[in-house]
């Protein structure tokens, strides 16, 4: 068997996985347009992956460890406050859907996600993780005296998670400003409420 090709880690390859699918969408992703992406031959990627299905499962299984690592970078002392790594969890994951065609190709992969039990695990996980990574933010929000105090951290969570998701889909169709924009604003609202008169 040939081996791997130096310095083309499986990291790089999926990072260009999701580049692509957010040009072409899940259904006209193949190898070949994947392996011109990092430079190797289609070969390479079928013996690391073994098929189409193969790198797409292994795309949705490292965005679910990235999902659970994430929370570790986003710390108080990294960006002022709480709120503000929230600001940061919520926007940064859809930062490379730039584009209304890009939100509408990665829409397609998360069609898949929905309907293959295999996929549907792999997101199931990252929602879980982005879940637990907003409660976390805003119980130090919270003891930080950001939030006002009562602020019902579980209802407030599932409003944050809500709100990220439905955002996409309305500025994919008003494609009023970026969806970073949009995603930023949504949240300013949800919390706004809930913020402490200090904050």
Known sequence: MV????????????????EVIGRVGPMGLTLAL??????????????????????????????????EELPGSLRRERYGSPLAALEVLVVEPMAQMATPEAYANHLAFLCIDLTDPEFRQHALAIHQAQSRAIS??????????????????????ESIQAIAAGAGLTWALDRQGTLAQRLKSNLGKVLVPHLSEES
Do not use: H, N, W, Y
């Open 3 to 18: 081996g791997r090709p130096r310095g083309i880690e499986d990291a790089v390859i999926l990072r260009a996985a999701a």
């Open 34 to 67: 994947v392996a011109r992406e990092v430079g190797l031959v289609p070969g390479t990627l079928a013996q690391r992956f073994g098929s189409k299905r193969g790198l797409l499962l292994a795309l949705a299984e490292q965005s679910a460890k990235e999902a």
């Open 136 to 157: 976390s933010l805003l119980a130090e929000a919270l003891a930080a005296g950001g939030l006002r105090v009562g602020t019902d951290i579980a209802a407030l969570t």
